[in-house]
Structure formats: C-alpha cells, structure tokens
C-alpha cells in the first residue's frame, strides 16, 4: 500500500498553508468530496487490472483440482489427453495450473457438478449480528466465493448500504454503482423481480447484487408503505423468484434491525452469527439472539408468518492469534470456552476465524483469501488464514448437505 502514497503524494500535493483557519461550509466538504474521488480513482487505476476489471487469475495444481472436480487425477489426465479440459502454464511459472473455468468444463465433462434434487431448495444463509466489525461481510464474500469455486451456483445479495461486501469485487460503490443497481428499485415497487440486479462476478458460478449508499433509502420506503404490504414480506417473496437459479444465496445485512436487516431475517434459511471473542461482542450477540427472538415473534403474532431455521450457528470470529500466553489472548479463551458452554456444539461451529493480517491486507487491496495467493503478506499467514477459512467453509457445507441428501449421496459418490 505504501506505494500507492507516495505516488499519490507526488501527482497530487494540496496546498495545505493557504489559510490559518478553516470553516468548512457546503463548499468546502463538495471539495472534500471531490479530492475523496481523486483518490478512489487512484486507487481504483493502481489496484485492479490496466482495464479497471477485477479477473480472477488463481490457479488449481492438478492435487486441488482432482479434489474440486471430483475425479481422480489420473482420470483428468486422460480426458486432458482427450483434449476434454487442459492445464495453462501460469506466467513465469513452470508448475501448470488449472483455471476455474477449466475446471467448470472438467465438472461439466464428467458430470459431477454440484446441483440439487428435484426437491432439494436453495439455502438463504443470512450472515447477521446487528454489530458492525465482527466479520459478517469477509465471512458472507469468502464463504460465497469459496462455494463458488466448489461449483455451487452462489448468489451474494449485499443488503449494507455501506457496501463493503461490492466494494471486495472491485467496485467502488458511488462511483460504479447506481441506486439503480441495487435492490432499491425493487424496494420501490419499480422492479416486481430481482433479476435486472444479478450480475456476473470475476468468478464464475458467483452472481452478486450490488449496493451503494442509495439502498439506504430503502429502509424509510418499506417502512411507508407498511400499510399496503408486510415490511418484512419484500426479500423472502423476491428471494422465491430467483431461488432456482441457485445452491446457494448469502446476505450480507446492515449492522442494524432495520427494514432490510428483518427482511433477511424473514427470507433466511439459516443464520450465520460471527461473534469476536472479546466481552462487548460476546454480550451483543447475546443481545442479537434476544432481539431476534422478540422480532421474530413479533412478526409471527402479527402476521401468522411462521419462521424457522434449519440451522444457526454462530462463528468465532477475528480471534487474536498470539504465541504467547498474553493477557487478551487468556481472556479471549476464557470467553470462547465460556461461549462454547453456553451454546455448544447445536449452536456453535468449530472453526475459528482467526484476526489475521492476511484477510486485512487482502481487504485493503479489495480482495480476498483466494484473490492473493500469498504475495500480498507472509505465505505463513497467508497460509493459516486460508486453513481457518477453508475449514469454517468445509463445516457450513456440511451443515448445508443435511438437508440436501440427494445432493449429499452424488457429491459422495464423486
Ligand atoms: N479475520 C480477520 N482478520 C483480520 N481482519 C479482519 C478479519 N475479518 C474482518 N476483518 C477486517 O475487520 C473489518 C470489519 O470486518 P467486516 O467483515 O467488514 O465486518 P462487518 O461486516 O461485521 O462490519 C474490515 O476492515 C475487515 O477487513
Ligand atoms: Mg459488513
């Protein structure tokens, strides 16, 4: 990143001593805003490719790709020969790669792409707590593109005004994004379906709708038109229309029990809880489960509108990873041990997402896990980062099989 400073320093030095003091009225934040542009364009030109597109570049050794394809290697070998599929030699590299795309032929070559029974239903995994900062949205983007390239057909419905979910596909929100891209037009009642929102992401088999500041306005419009339709009836109805498409949908919510937060709660099969080790978080998931309880409730009484889960499960999130015995690191486990206790195995996964500088680097470069390949920090972290995701990953999976058992017996079979 530091590069990127400097370079900004040079092309675009302000001139900071032109007044003693300041007074910052319109004029001066439609500056503000103007050199905040300059910047995301900056930015935008020195991260993602000369043409301003995210691709996706990753490469599967032929051991990674015998795994998602679900054959042996030799078999992909032969059908290699067949010139069925083939293996790139990645750039500057001598060990041949597989592409996803390849892979996609080779899954669609010997059949084994993961698809439902006929009837099988698509999960909606809501990733929610009505905190900012515990995790939802790097969980919600890894845990979609990681299903993604286990050939799942993924949607990820980013619900946060805020949009850090679009922004890690390379997006920047105001500037790429109209409100019109959003699911704002639908909350209005000028859309009937959310097809015109999904889009092709840089990874195939992973659909996104994007959001920008604009969806906020979303939230005020469902609430006006309370008397006309049930707040909470918007998403899970346009859910319906566009689940067939789809394994697997995942929401990224605001950090908040708004509108849009109840209409995921609604429209989920199951909720993902991220909850950092630390007090503050520990004790406000305790609140979400109390507010969502009440809301839930609320909304059945009201409306006869009956609501279940096939599972919720909350995730140890950004959990200090230290090598001493410390302070915080005790504390920490004393309150994941006190949470497994609490919530056991029924409401818990295994898995801890670690706080790693592998994720945040990645993030702060608009990417992901599977976007940096290790290059961005130390392979080590790179790698132990990569092992708490895949294996958080690897356990929703299994959760979500349960209830696919056709899908269960083919994938096992594979
Ligand atoms: N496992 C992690 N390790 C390090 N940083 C993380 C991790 N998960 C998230 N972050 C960072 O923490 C911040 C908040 O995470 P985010 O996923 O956006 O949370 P939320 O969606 O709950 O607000 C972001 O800057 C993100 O890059
Ligand atoms: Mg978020």
């Excluded at 990681?146 to 005004?161: C, H, N, P, Y």
């Amino acid at each position: 990143m530091h590069f990127l400073l400097v370079n900004y320093k040079k092309n675009n030095s302000h001139n900071y001593k032109e007044k003693e003091t300041m007074n910052v009225s319109i004029k001066e934040l439609a500056d503000l805003v103007q050199r905040s542009d300059k910047i995301i364009k900056h930015i935008k030109t020195h991260i993602f490719s000369p043409d301003g597109q995210k691709r996706f570049d990753k490469t599967f050794k032929i051991g990674e790709a015998s795994a998602l394809i679900g054959r042996h290697p030799t078999t992909i070998r032969e059908a290699e020969k067949q010139g069925a599929i083939s293996a790139d030699r990645n750039e500057g590299s001598r060990i041949r790669g597989f592409s996803l795309e390849e892979i996609n032929k080779a899954r669609r070559h010997f059949n084994t792409q993961p698809r439902l029974g006929a009837d099988e239903e698509a999960a909606v995994l809501s990733v929610h707590n009505f905190k900012g900062g515990v995790g939802k949205t790097s969980i919600a983007v890894h845990l979609a593109q990681w299903l993604a390239i286990q050939g799942f057909r993924v949607l990820l419905i980013d619900l946060d005004s805020q949009a850090s979910a679009t922004t890690l596909f390379g997006y920047t929100p105001d500037m790429d994004i109209d409100g019109d891209d959003t699911l704002l037009p639908f909350f209005e009642g000028t859309q009937r379906t959310m097809h015109y929102a999904i889009r092709d992401t840089q990874i195939e088999n992973l659909s996104l709708i994007p959001a920008n500041l604009q969806l906020y306005n979303a939230e005020y419009m469902v609430a006006a038109n309370h008397e006309q339709r049930p707040i909470y009836s918007y998403l899970p109805e346009g859910i319906e229309g566009i689940k067939k498409d789809f394994e697997v949908i995942i929401i990224d919510p605001p950090p908040a029990l708004g509108m849009l937060s109840i209409n995921a709660l609604v429209a989920a099969t199951s909720l993902l809880v991220p909850m950092p080790p630390r007090m503050l978080d520990f004790t406000s998931s305790l609140q979400f489960f109390n507010m969502l309880h009440e809301t839930l409730e609320e909304i059945q009484e009201h409306f006869g509108q009956e609501i279940s889960y096939d599972f919720v499960k909350l995730v140890t999130s950004k959990k200090k990873q230290r090598t001493k015995n410390e302070k915080y690191a005790r504390a920490e486990d004393d309150i994941l041990e006190l949470a497994r206790n609490v919530f056991g195995k029924e409401y818990m996964l295994d898995s801890i997402i670690y706080e790693s500088t592998a994720i945040d680097n990645a993030a702060s470069e608009f990417k992901t896990l599977f976007e940096i390949q290790g290059q961005t920090t130390g392979y080590k972290s790179y790698r132990s980062a990569m092992a708490s995701i895949d294996s958080m990953c690897e356990e929703v999976l299994h959760e979500l099989l349960a209830y696919w058992p056709s899908l269960k017996t083919k994938m096992k079979s594979a």
